[in-house]
């Protein structure tokens, strides 16, 4: 079935450790994003991409980096800058067909740093 | 820059009754869409009705309708016939007709569903 696959679902790190968050679609589509969400907020958009080898920083990307080498893939890395990492993190992505621009959104990432 | 509001951060229904939530948001744009996303406890993100601003008429998908109020700039979702599998964090998100699939979010509201 096609759909957006994040992993892994839970994740717990150490002050002052980069990690990895991986966001892999087969929908084909063009444009995909990271979204953070914090208890009693929205979700906050970080980086989003619309095409290969090309993206833009959201909202909040400060303390964050991405990359799209593959159409499918687009990874975030927390890195140490970040200063309060601990949220839940939402990928999700936009086919070029979508006119409304309707997001399909995977499960989740639950990021814990100890 | 645009934002939503959603003034109700929980609301309780009974099974089989009606609940309305409510959104407003704030833009000077005259293109742009509207959407109301379900995040049950499961946490991913599903869309439940988008409306665009151009159209007049109110979008319904079975048991949930909005209203749009362009003027207003208010886009309320009612929920009739509510059960037990609505329970969820509901979120109203707004996106202008440039921005690509940059959707703006509310911080939600809290359904609550009780038998």
């Known amino acids: ?114 | 820059a645009q934002t939503v509001t959603q003034s109700q951060p929980e609301m309780s229904v009974q099974e089989a009754e009606t609940v309305t939530l409510s959104c407003t948001y704030d833009t000077s744009e005259s293109d742009y869409y509207l959407f109301w996303y379900k995040q049950p406890p499961s946490r991913q993100m599903i869309l439940v009705i988008r409306q665009e601003a151009y159209k007049q008429q109110n979008a319904t998908e079975n048991r949930f309708s909005v209203n749009f109020q362009k003027a207003a700039k208010s886009f309320s979702l009612k929920i009739s016939d509510s059960q037990l599998g609505d329970a969820a964090m509901y979120f109203c998100a707004y996106r202008s007709g440039d921005s690509w699939g940059k959707l703006q979010f509310g911080a939600g509201t809290q359904v609550v569903v009780t038998p």
């Open chain 1, 1 to 114: 079935d096609g759909g957006i696959t994040q992993s892994p679902k839970y994740l717990f790190r150490k002050e002052g450790q980069n990690v990895t968050l991986s966001c892999e679609q087969n929908l084909n589509h063009d444009a995909m994003y990271w979204y953070r969400q914090d208890p009693g907020q929205g979700l906050r958009l970080i980086y989003y991409s619309q095409i290969v080898n090309d993206f833009q920083k959201g909202d909040i990307a400060e303390g964050y980096s991405v990359s799209r080498e593959k159409k499918e893939s687009f990874p975030l890395t927390v890195t140490s800058a970040q200063k309060n990492p601990t949220a839940f993190y939402l990928c999700a992505s936009r086919g070029s067909g979508s006119f409304s621009g309707e997001l399909f959104f995977g499960e989740g990432s639950r990021l814990t740093v100890l």
